[in-house]
């Protein structure tokens, strides 16, 4: 059984940063692009960030460029979303998503201004 769970979560101030972690387990994981999405009280969920299985290339919502980074241990079998200069607009519930379509459960982030 394949199983995504996000931690890192948590309540932080205007400019502040955050590092989410996503463990994956029940997947060879180092073969699955990886991706995160976030939904907003009230919002559709929207894509984040994506990295491919190597690692190689990671890709952006134009929202977050320059302030997120998505990273990958595959030997840790974790994918990473490193958030500086978070923002108000930022607050969202936070998922990771792999290639094969399984998600987390989630993890909360809020932006206090």
């Known amino acids: 059984q394949v199983q995504l769970v996000e931690s890192g979560g948590g309540l932080v101030q205007d400019g502040g940063s955050l590092r989410l972690s996503c463990a994956v387990s029940?997947?060879?994981?180092?073969?699955?692009?990886m991706e995160w999405y976030r939904q907003a009280p009230g919002k559709g969920r929207e894509f984040v960030a994506g990295?491919?299985?190597?690692?190689?290339?990671?890709y952006y919502a134009d929202s977050v460029k320059g302030r997120f980074t998505i990273s990958r241990d595959n030997a840790k079998n974790t994918v990473y979303l490193q958030m500086n200069s978070l923002k108000p607009g930022d607050t969202a519930i936070y998922y990771c998503?792999?290639?094969?379509?399984?998600w987390g459960q989630g993890t909360q982030v809020t932006v206090s201004s």
């Open positions: 990295i491919m299985w190597s690692g190689g290339s990671t």
């Open positions: 998503r792999d290639e094969g379509g399984v």
């Open positions: 029940g997947r060879t994981f180092s073969s699955y692009d």
